[in-house]
């Protein structure tokens, strides 16, 4: 039985009492080593944090804001896809973005703006984002490779979203749970994250317990052997 009964409270639990780096050991020993976004994937601000469920969203580099040759009639509309990803935020959701290359913003201020109103859980793009200050003043946790304010209009195009994307080396799926601090953005799957979770608190827990008795002075050797985690 998992101990939280919707993901308001598994969120909850993961902000008060984990963190990241502690459910990136557990993946790791479930055989899933390749979870972690790039390092060079940081929150606009270090003390943000975020949590929720992945809308990923497929971005590709186009060189004009609107293209008559081909084909695609997909290039002939300003940003693509991208208001229909951006409108389709549903809450609890994050907005992850990936595709294109690092020449431009992916996210921004007005992009914050209508998110939030959605009650999305924030943003974690591979790239840039820009209008920094004014996204600061919302406290909205936005993670990318940094600030940069080269416009995304006449470089990028969304071609598609909700569908599985790949982020360097990391799969997302719709629904793939996103958690990220300062430390990095990792993603889990759907198919184990109550196993992943569970084992997370309980580890978080017990080495609280541990410490505990380490503060009172109980050697580390008898720590371990009395709760089996060091």
């Given at each position: ?16 009492e ?11 020993k ?31 580099d ?39 290359s ?34 600061l003043?919302?406290n ?35 629904g ?33 317990r ?5 503060e ?15």
């Amino acid at each position: 039985m998992a101990l939280w009964k919707d993901d308001d409270a598994l969120f909850g639990i993961a902000k008060q009492e984990l963190f990241p780096a502690l459910v990136g050991d557990v993946l790791d020993k479930l055989g899933l080593l390749q979870q972690f976004l790039p390092p060079s994937i940081k929150p606009l601000d270090s003390k943000m944090v975020v949590i929720g469920r992945a809308m990923p969203v497929l971005e590709a580099d186009v060189y004009g804001e609107k293209i008559d040759e081909g084909s695609n009639a997909l290039l002939r509309k300003p940003f693509g896809l991208m208001f229909e990803a951006l409108d389709s935020l549903q809450r609890n959701e994050i907005y992850v973005c990936s595709g294109a290359s690092p020449r431009y913003a992916l996210w921004g201020g007005l992009m914050t703006t209508r998110a939030s109103r959605l009650g999305a859980a924030g943003a974690v793009v591979n790239g840039y984002t820009r209008d920094t200050n004014e996204v600061l003043r919302f406290n909205y946790p936005i993670f990318g490779m940094g600030t940069y304010a080269q416009d995304q209009g006449p470089r990028g195009k969304v071609l598609d979203y909700r569908i599985p994307i790949l982020f360097d080396q990391t799969i997302i799926k719709p629904g793939d749970i996103i958690y990220g601090d300062l430390d990095g953005v990792i993603v889990i799957p759907q198919e184990v994250e109550t196993e992943a979770f569970t084992k997370a608190i309980e580890k978080c827990r017990g080495e609280q317990r541990v410490k505990e008795a380490l503060e009172k002075g109980m050697s580390s050797k008898e720590a371990f052997e009395t709760f089996g985690i060091m």
